[in-house]
């Protein structure tokens, strides 16, 4: 058997296992994945570069599949390497299965990502290629040498993102990022060509891109293609391979089956698929084998690895002699463990706005976290991210060295592109931009929160104050949609996210520390824009830790509990010195995480907030954002529309947001 008809062997057993798992769980995308099985077959037997015995090892090279929706081509793929049992396979889609119908990172079985909404999985591997560089010039190049392979689609290169994907890593000049482009022309529901009449070899190349072209179903094309595209140093590398979709596929009547929608999104069923089984030499009544000659190539690149892997560690060994502290600091990167850090260099101004106070804590993480990559999309000055920037300088093509991420006008593009450089390991990624446009991001704080990424989300200018910039960007309904995700759990039983909103400068001090102690999930801060006068004297902000905490008044047998997070607070904290005059005892509760509250002890709970207390919230957002924690038997002071534009101060007296409306609303309630 010469080689090519060896490779199609290897390949057509990939088809036949992938399309066998959709056979057989009724569900799933057949066609893509057979017409992908022969890159994948190339790139995994031949050049994928990987430890058989430790999948975590950090050299790797990492794989990020774009379209989770060809994960049959993946794990069958996977499976020949190893990391996946044929009994796995079976359990495709299945209820507790290890192969549910788009990938789940798991490292230890060669799963890099979450391959969620099409457009996601490359950009992940952008934020890899990222980090990969960063790292090797706070490291050294002996430890990270490795490459960064993407696989996109024809979906994933019509999402939106890709077009902030491809302009980034273009213009950074990400030369260690390989993407194949599974160019079939056939999409869920039409032909590509009723949707997208673009030149995407021109767009990329306008980008910056070293753009390869190539027959995606002939072995030898794939190989030259891979070939050079290793070899380039200056630009990342986009490979468009014309691919069929369904490639080796037969109808029931044994006409070809290729290049056809229906084999897009479901099983090729019954006659088809014995058929296509038996042209591909399966056995239709037990087709999930392994060929021989298959494992044998893949055993023979298991021992190709070991050589290559030995040679990296002998390589990290003496590195790693020259370079003890580095060293110690590579152990300590891709631990995984949070950063220690001495907050008592955090000197915060009182009264300062939270945007600000969240700058000075920027600034020592800038000092003290060197693996800590901050980004902005273009609002460094006024999320005040340029806390970070001022101490380091921006990451640009062909300097690596600095450690702020400007990602230009592209939220969700960020917020990605950090996910992934969490994803490539050793790198604790933060991103910022206006809490409004935290809507652009939402589908990348889902996948963060599905993946247990621990990103830091900075949001700044949290609500209607922004003034006069109008409604259209005074955040309103942000806070209860990111608190609503907070109230959802992971698969281990924990909050899927973290969201903190402080209430004055020192309390944002507090809030960043814990954020930056929280490794197993992604972390909301929500910052303001205006000045927020500092709670009252001997406030313990340690307190803060758990979520909810008394500011005021804990000592009194009080008549009301008012609660807030946020500057709400200090508008609470004017109207219950009015409140006081009239003879009025109140309790002040600050809650800059809902969630972090409820994890606490029923007991903790209740001395906070005890049960029948008549209970005053007041938020600048939607009233459901508090109504949760206030009960049935207190109010809710909320925003019931959008914004408007005017100066934030008027639109505190317009809007009901000042001392004298606590007082009048706490009066009529008692």
């Known amino acids: 058997m010469n080689d090519k008809a060896f490779m199609k062997r290897a390949a057509d057993n990939i088809r036949i296992l992938a399309a066998s798992m959709v056979e057989k769980a009724k569900s799933g995308h057949p066609g893509g994945a057979m017409g992908g099985a022969d890159f994948i077959n190339v790139l995994f037997s031949e050049f994928l570069v990987y430890d058989p015995e430790n999948p975590q090892w950090e050299g790797r090279d990492r794989f990020f599949l774009d379209p989770g929706h060809m994960s049959p081509m993946l794990y069958s793929a996977l499976a020949l390497q190893g990391w996946f049992t044929l009994d796995e396979l079976k359990e495709f889609r299945q209820w507790g299965s290890p192969t549910p119908g788009h990938p789940e990172r798991d490292l230890n079985r060669g799963i890099e990502n979450t391959s969620g909404p099409l457009g996601q999985g490359h950009t992940f591997a952008a934020g890899a290629a990222v980090a990969e560089k960063f790292l090797a010039t706070k490291l050294g190049k002996e430890v990270m040498q490795h490459k960064i392979y993407a696989y996109i689609s024809d979906g994933g290169v019509e999402e939106e993102i890709s077009q902030g994907t491809g302009r980034i890593a273009g213009t950074l000049g ?4 390989i993407m194949f482009y599974d160019s079939n022309d056939i999409q869920l529901s039409t032909e590509t060509k009723v949707v997208m009449a673009e030149d995407t070899a021109a767009k990329y190349k306008a980008w910056g891109w070293n753009v390869l072209t190539c ?3 002939d072995v030898d094309e794939i190989r030259a293609a891979l070939i050079e595209a290793q070899k380039e140093t200056e630009r990342p590398t986009i490979i468009i391979g014309k691919t069929i979709m369904g490639k080796g596929a037969l109808r029931a009547d044994g006409t070809s089956y290729e290049a056809c929608i229906d084999t897009h999104g479901a099983p090729l069923g019954g006659d088809a698929y014995i058929n296509t089984m038996k042209s591909l030499g399966a056995d239709p009544e037990n087709p999930f ?3 021989p000659e298959v494992q044998e190539l893949y055993a023979k690149r298991k021992e190709e690895l070991k050589k290559i892997v030995a040679e990296r560690n002998a390589q990290k060994e003496a590195w790693a002699k020259a370079n003890p502290e580095k060293a110690v600091l590579l152990k300590e990167w891709f631990s995984g463990n949070a950063p220690k850090i001495d907050w008592s260099a955090c000197v915060q101004k009182e009264g300062s706005a939270t945007r ?9 993480l800038a000092e003290q976290v060197p693996n800590m990559i901050c980004a902005s999309a273009d609002l460094s000055n006024s999320d005040k991210t340029d806390g970070f920037l001022k101490k380091t300088k921006s990451i640009v093509r062909g300097d690596f060295e600095g450690a702020f991420f400007q990602a230009g006008v592209a939220e969700l593009t960020m917020a990605c592109m950090c996910i992934g450089m969490y994803l490539h390991g050793g ?13 652009y991001m939402k589908p990348a704080a889902r996948m963060a929160a599905l993946m247990e990424v621990p990103i830091k989300f900075i949001w700044t200018h949290d609500a209607f104050r922004v003034g006069e910039d109008g409604p259209t960007h005074e955040p309103v309904e942000q806070e209860a949609q990111i608190r609503l995700m907070e109230k959802l759990k992971n698969h281990h039983g924990k909050d899927s996210i973290r969201v903190f909103r402080p209430a004055d400068a020192d309390e944002t001090t507090v809030c960043w520390a814990m954020a930056m102690e929280n490794m197993e999930t992604p972390t909301a801060l929500i910052f303001s824009r205006q000045n927020i006068a500092k709670l009252p004297a001997g406030n313990d902000y340690e307190q803060a830790r758990k ?3 008394v500011v005021a008044g804990s000592d009194e047998q009080f008549d009301i509990i008012l609660l807030a997070s946020g500057s709400e607070v200090s508008t609470l904290v004017a109207g219950a010195e009015l409140l006081r005059k009239d003879g009025v005892k109140v309790r002040i509760v600050s809650v800059p995480s809902e969630g972090l509250f409820r994890a606490q002890s029923k007991e903790y709970q209740e001395s906070v907030l005890p049960a029948g207390s008549k209970i005053f919230g007041m938020t600048a957002g939607l009233p459901v954002t508090l109504e949760g924690l206030v009960g049935a038997n207190g109010k809710v002071w909320g925003m019931p529309s959008f914004g408007f534009s005017a100066p934030y101060k008027v639109l505190d007296e317009k809007l009901g947001y000042t001392g004298e409306n606590v007082y009048k609303q706490v009066k009529a309630m008692l």
Do not use: H, K, Q
């Not at 990400?174 to 990022?177: A, I």
């Not at 931009?433 to 809507?439: E, G, I, K, R, Y």
């Open 356 to 364: 600000a106070a969240s700058a000075a804590c920027l600034g020592v």
């Open 174 to 177: 990400l030369s260690n990022l």
């Open 427 to 439: 790198v604790i990624p933060a991103c910022g931009t206006f809490f409004v446009f935290s809507d």
């Open 215 to 217: 027959n995606g179903n």
């Open 289 to 291: 084998v392994i060929f």
């Open 547 to 549: 979520g909810a905490y």
